[in-house]
C-alpha cells in the first residue's frame, strides 16, 4: 500500500541535542512539506520542498532544517537553535504543488517530540 | 497574512442532528478549499476539497463555498458519535506554484449518542 512513513512516532530530546524525524513516501508525489501542531493550534508549515535538492523556508523554519536528496525522503532536523520543540510533528506529501494541488495533502502518522 | 479563521467549540449535537461547521478566509485570491478530520493524536484525514462557489455533496458531508464572502463551510447529516472529532479547514491561497495549504485552528465536534 502506498503512503507516508513517519518514524519514530514519539522522541524525546535532552536540552541542547539536535535529532532527526524520518519521513519516506511511495505515493511518487512530487512535493513534501512538514508540519508543527501545538496543543488549539493548527498546523502550521516549517519547510516544504517541490523538487529534489530544493526546498523553501515555511511560516515557521527558525532551528530547523531539511533535506530532500531523494524524491521519497525529506527528514526534519530540529536543532538546537529551536528554543520550544515540544510539539506534534507531521509530514505530508502532494502530487502537484501550489495551485494544482487538487486532493489535498496525505499525511504521515506524526511523530511526538518532547524535552526532556 | 493570510489567514483562516475557525470557531474553537466544541460544537455539541446529539446523534442524527446536522452538525454545521464553518470556517473563514482572508485571501481573496483563494482557489481550493479542503476540510480535514482529526481525531485526537491522530494525523488529519481529508473529507471533503471544493474549488466553485456552490455545494458539493458527499455522503453524509456536504462542502458549501461563497467566495464573494470568504467563507466555506461543512455539512454533517446525521451525525454520528464517531464524528466526534476536530475539523481543520485548510486553504491554498492565489494561484501560484509556491502556495500551500493554510490551516485553521479546527474546531471541535463532539456528538452526543
Known amino acids: 500500500d502506498g503512503g507516508i512513513t513517519q518514524s519514530p512516532k514519539y522522541l524525546f530530546r535532552k536540552e541542547g541535542q539536535n535529532v532527526t524525524l524520518s519521513c519516506e513516501q511511495n505515493?511518487?508525489?512530487?512535493?513534501m512539506y512538514w508540519y508543527r501542531q501545538d496543543p488549539g493550534q493548527g498546523l502550521r508549515l516549517i519547510y516544504y520542498?517541490?523538487?529534489?535538492?530544493?526546498?523553501q523556508k515555511g511560516d515557521i523554519a527558525e532551528g530547523y532544517s531539511v533535506s530532500r536528496e531523494k524524491k521519497e525522503s525529506f527528514p526534519l532536523t530540529v536543532t538546537s537553535a529551536q528554543k520550544n520543540p515540544t510539539a506534534f510533528y507531521l509530514c505530508?506529501?502532494?502530487?502537484?504543488?501550489?495551485?494544482?494541488?487538487?486532493?489535498?495533502?496525505?499525511f504521515g502518522s506524526g511523530t511526538r517530540l518532547t524535552v526532556v | 497574512q493570510k489567514e483562516v479563521e475557525q470557531n474553537s467549540g466544541p460544537l455539541s449535537v446529539p446523534e442524527g442532528a446536522i452538525a454545521s461547521l464553518n470556517c473563514t478566509y482572508s485571501d481573496r485570491g483563494s482557489q481550493s478549499f479542503f476540510w480535514y478530520r482529526q481525531y485526537s493524536g491522530k494525523s488529519p484525514e481529508l473529507i471533503m476539497f471544493i474549488y466553485s462557489n456552490g455545494d458539493k455533496e458527499d455522503g453524509r458531508f456536504t462542502a458549501q463555498l461563497n467566495k464573494a464572502s470568504q467563507y466555506v463551510s461543512l455539512l454533517i447529516r446525521d451525525s454520528q458519535p464517531s464524528d466526534s472529532a476536530t475539523y481543520l479547514c485548510?486553504?491554498?491561497?492565489?494561484?501560484?506554484?509556491?502556495?500551500?495549504?493554510?490551516f485553521g485552528k479546527g474546531t471541535m465536534l463532539l456528538v452526543s449518542p
Open positions: 505530508a506529501s502532494s502530487m502537484g504543488t501550489g495551485s494544482d494541488v487538487v486532493d489535498g495533502y496525505t
Open positions: 520542498s517541490q523538487i529534489v535538492n530544493d526546498f
Open positions: 485548510a486553504v491554498i491561497a492565489s494561484n501560484s506554484g509556491y502556495s500551500t495549504l493554510t
Open positions: 505515493l511518487n508525489h512530487d512535493a
